[in-house]
């Protein structure tokens, strides 16, 4: 007698059965990591285009810094011109003025006198 045995019609059907169960797990598990790849590519690809845009308005950022300190420099000379304007119409208009008019303006008479 042999020991070996033919495969039964049963035990063929169960083993395409488990063929076909193991073939479409292993077709989903590819199909979740071709989504996991594409994910992870447009995950990448935003990160990128966040970078450079973020890039971007850390420059912008900067120019503005630098164009806010240019501004204030000019700022605080104009003020300076003026305080050096204002001193000037001081010391050669409304000193004179003030001294002429003070020389100028009778003393009052005592009526009694």
């Not at 900067?62 to 420099?73: C, G, H, I, K, Y």
Request: with cysteine; hydrophobic share 40%.
């Amino acid at each position: 007698m042999s020991e070996y045995r033919a495969d039964t019609p049963e035990q063929d059907s169960y083993g395409a059965q488990v063929q076909e169960v193991g073939q479409a797990i292993v077709t989903k598990i590819q199909r979740a990591a071709d989504l996991s790849n594409e994910n992870c590519d447009r995950a990448l690809a935003l990160a990128h285009k966040l970078s450079i845009q973020l890039r971007t308005a850390e420059d912008r950022i900067s120019q503005l810094e630098a164009e806010v300190e240019l501004f204030r420099d000019r700022a605080a000379r104009a003020e300076r011109w003026l305080q050096t304007i204002q001193n000037e119409i001081e010391e050669k208009l409304i000193a004179p003025r003030s001294a002429n008019a003070a020389e100028q303006t009778p003393l009052p008479q005592d009526a009694e006198l």
